[in-house]
């Protein structure tokens, strides 16, 4: 199978800077130079169509523009290009969501993924109105799910558990494709969950060993519910022609922040009801001076945003071949991003996918269409 590269949309802003956000770190630390503007998020999502990105995740939070609204925006703007939409469930009603789901993918021609996200941060939950703590969210979204899933085969649904309630509902037009489920937590309930519904299962970008880990825990769940699940990663990137040049970008992010900032976002991070985000942190403890935690993964952007936390630094090759390490772990799509997220897109896109392609592990999706002629210079002799 070759490898699946998803990009990222900023919907809370860009910067050649850091862009904090998400996970207990204030909202109004979110922003950025280049604000979420309409505009502005279709550039970046069509450099990552042109460059051969699959798809561009979508975060969802009080810290960013709602998920939904943006991309369905950005299909006019756009031609090939799906939109991972993260989506917390048990903020809408299920057969409304699968009714929503079937109406994005006809408008859309077949262009929606859903990254389900339950919701880690009880305060941000209770803001929505939502007052179940982290295992009953767990709880609600399998039956969420449960629903939705069959809503979208087809069926006439009546259902009563502890969170959901549906008496014959059904959808009068399905969606076509079926968005597959892609499905994120490293809580122990969270996993079940995950095994159960989800098509694919997204970790954060931890060391290869541990990542392995999952895998085999998910893996293994799995097929107890008689199911197979693809796996992704979520990771930022800082790709370059030389080692140097990408370590100096990464130092320079980090460069122009008061340690202030960094000591005030780890203590809100500290208070998060996150499993991935207190793995996140363990990383790197708050310190700012072992932050090379495996061979080009670096945890420095953890230190001031909420959320994945590592970023794949090093070279064009280098970069492709911890690509290719977690490739023979079990990971087989890749979401990345990268500040700013047009010029990131293009240094990965342009450096590090071409290696890739060379070792039959990737091809761009419109590889049968694209025209790869050098151009011709006339009267040239």
Known sequence: MTLTFHWFLPTN??????????????TGSAGGDRPASLAYLGQVARTAEQLGFEGALTPTGAWCEDAWLTTAM??????????????????????????????????????????????????????????????ARYARTDEFLHITRALWRGESVDFQGQHERVEQARLTRLPDPVPPVYFGGS??????????????????????AQVAEKIDWIRTLAKAEGRKVRFGIRLHVIARDTAEDAWAQAHRLLSGVDPTVIENVQQGLARSGSEGQK????????????????????????????????????????????????????IDEFVL????????????????????????????????SRDETPAAVPFAS
Do not use: C
């Open 13 to 26: 802003g860009d910067s050649r800077h850091i862009v904090g956000g998400g996970h207990g770190v204030p």
């Open 74 to 135: 950005l299909v006019e703007a756009t031609e090939r290009l799906k939109f991972l939409v993260a989506f917390r469930p048990g903020l809408v009603a299920p057969a409304l969501a699968a009714q929503m789901a079937a109406t994005y993918q006809r408008h859309s021609g077949g262009r929606l993924l859903l990254n389900v996200v339950t919701g880690g941060e009880d305060h941000e939950q209770r803001a929505y109105g939502d007052f179940l703590d982290k295992d």
């Open 187 to 208: 809580s122990k309930a969270a996993g079940p969950v995950a095994a159960r519904h989800s098509d694919v299962y997204l970790t954060w970008g931890e060391p290869p």
């Open 279 to 330: 793995r996140m942190l363990a990383l790197h403890g708050g310190a700012t001076d072992r932050l090379e935690v495996y061979p080009n993964l670096w945890a420095g952007i953890g230190l001031v945003r909420g959320g994945a936390g590592t970023a794949l630094v090093g070279s064009h090759a280098e970069i492709a071949n911890r690509i290719a390490e977690y490739h023979a772990l079990g």
């Open 337 to 368: 991003s990268g500040y700013p997220h047009v010029e990131e897109a293009y240094w990965f896109g342009e450096g590090v996918l071409p290696q890739l392609a060379a070792r039959g592990l990737w091809h761009h999706p419109d590889a049968a």
